[in-house]
């Protein structure tokens, strides 16, 4: 037996392509993990995109299940709160911005407060850094989004303070980064509307 050992332990055959075989194994593994980056870096953005939409998707459920609920008399200060939902985004920073019953840069240039804002109820826009919008509709009856300001006794109104004549007074904008959880809440001021709580 130690015979065969002593002849095992003497066979150099082999020994000068271990150096080539571990070079050849390493440039190997190196291509197959460039290969995986490259792809990761292709995949990648469709993984945010598939987020984004079924955040905005499961938003506009959220916002369409309180749409025929009872409504806060915003009059009066001792009217219930109305039906309300707790929308939850997480957004990537190429998401340039959401907008709820308005598109807030119509002509597509980054700048949302050098145009006329463009009035798109039951609607939900966001923007992409690249340009690229996408709409989200509303199912049931057609409401305004509107932005809402707390008064002094932490009572929800809507703000009267913005920009009517650009039409930055209807529509609620989100402009990012984008994440947290956004409030909305079904009230009536002559009519039913959508006001934000954040």
Known sequence: MSGKMHVFLDDTRGVDTIPLKLVVYLALTCAVMVLIAVSWGNIMPFI?????DEQITDAA?????IKQGAARDIQDTRSADG???????SLPDNVRFVGFGVDPDPDANGNLTDSEWVVEENTIVYQYSNGVKKRVFLNGETVQFRNGVQDANGIWFIDTNLDVANGHDVGVVLDRPISGEFIFEMVFDGERCMLSRF
């Open 48 to 52: 945010e995109g598939a987020d984004v």
């Open 61 to 65: 459920l959220k916002i369409t299940s």
């Open 83 to 89: 039906s309300m939902c707790v929308v939850e985004l």
